[in-house]
């Protein structure tokens, strides 16, 4: 049986069960702490919505989702279960209550259980993340190449931005609490991005572009070394495709590490 929750405190120590799992764990969140304390919160957010899978009584699946009314959009943020049924019973649901909308799933690919279910309904994957820590960083020194978002840049900012992911240039400047837009200027035109978070403890570049034209030349470590600085003392993890050698070695360059048993992978499904 699936339901909605309106409390979560006494699901903790199961959540803690299945995230200690090195399939089933939820690498996107930095410790069981954050993890915790993110599914104590859910229920109290107006935008998130909280199921609880039980069989015989007995708690068997923990999901928490973003959703997105407007946008007819849902985001899994947390997948807490090792249970097929459960990951059936909450697709059906999900298919049933948001028919049409499009979902994301964020999980551990390990997680063979979820991964097996979206591929027979003809999800689409994205290449697994490695995940990366900044334990260093590099010396900082200012590039007067490099600014910080204002609306003078609006048309060129969003001229050039990524189009087919869920914070667009519009959603990220209409969420400026979240985050920081760092742009690369060439004779006053737009020629790079950072979007990156700066609310959390721990921060997150959410997408680096440089226009093709104008690679190598330096503005993607310029954007980086900023975003770094403007950052501390807070910390700083981000993503990459596994495939990525480039960009990861620009990355370990700037003071990041690769941490291992902590990558994700993000499936798409129309309900």
Same mark, same amino acid.
């Not at 049409?100 to 979902?103: A, F, L, R, V």
């Given at each position: 049986?699936?339901?909605?929750?309106?409390?979560?405190?006494?699901?903790?120590?199961?959540?803690?069960?299945?995230n200690s799992s090195s399939d089933f764990s939820l690498p996107v969140y930095s410790s069981a702490e954050e993890l915790n304390q993110r599914l104590l919160d859910a229920p109290k957010q107006h935008n998130k919505l909280v199921l609880g899978y039980y069989e015989d009584g007995t708690i068997m699946g923990l999901f928490v989702l973003l959703v997105e009314e407007q946008d007819r959009y849902l985001e899994m943020?947390?997948?807490?279960?090792?249970?097929?049924?459960?990951?059936?019973?909450?697709?059906?649901?999900?298919?049933e209550r948001y028919p049409?909308?499009?979902?994301d799933f964020v999980y551990n690919p390990g997680n063979y259980l979820l991964h097996s279910l979206l591929k027979e309904n003809a999800a689409e994957f994205d290449t697994e993340q490695q995940k990366m820590?900044?334990?260093?960083?590099?010396?900082?020194?200012?590039?007067?190449? *490099?600014? #910080? &978002?204002?609306?003078?840049?609006?048309?060129?900012?969003?001229?050039?931005h990524s189009t087919d992911v869920y914070w667009t240039a519009e959603r990220v400047l209409e969420a400026p609490e979240r985050f920081r837009v760092i742009l690369a200027l060439e004779a006053g035109e737009v020629v790079g991005y950072i979007d990156v978070t700066h609310n959390y403890d721990e921060n997150e570049p959410f997408d680096v572009f440089v226009k093709e034209s104008h690679r190598r030349r330096g503005y993607a470590r310029a954007m980086l070394t900023k975003a770094i600085e403007l950052n501390r003392p807070k910390a700083m993890m981000l993503t990459?495709?596994?495939?990525?050698?480039?960009? *990861?070695? #620009? &990355?370990?360059?700037?003071?990041?590490?690769?941490?291992?048993g902590q990558n994700n992978i993000t499936a798409h499904l129309t309900l």
């Open positions: 049986m699936l339901k909605v929750l309106s409390n979560t405190a006494e699901y903790i120590d199961f959540a803690d069960e299945i943020l947390m997948p807490l279960s090792r249970s097929a049924t459960a990951y059936g019973a909450l697709l059906a649901f999900l298919k049409g909308w499009q979902c820590v900044l334990t260093g960083g590099a010396a900082y020194t200012d590039d007067s190449r *490099i600014v #910080l &978002y204002s609306p003078k840049y609006r048309d060129g900012y969003t001229a050039i990459v495709n596994v495939d990525n050698a480039p960009a *990861i070695s #620009l &990355y370990e360059s700037l003071g990041f590490e690769r941490v291992e």
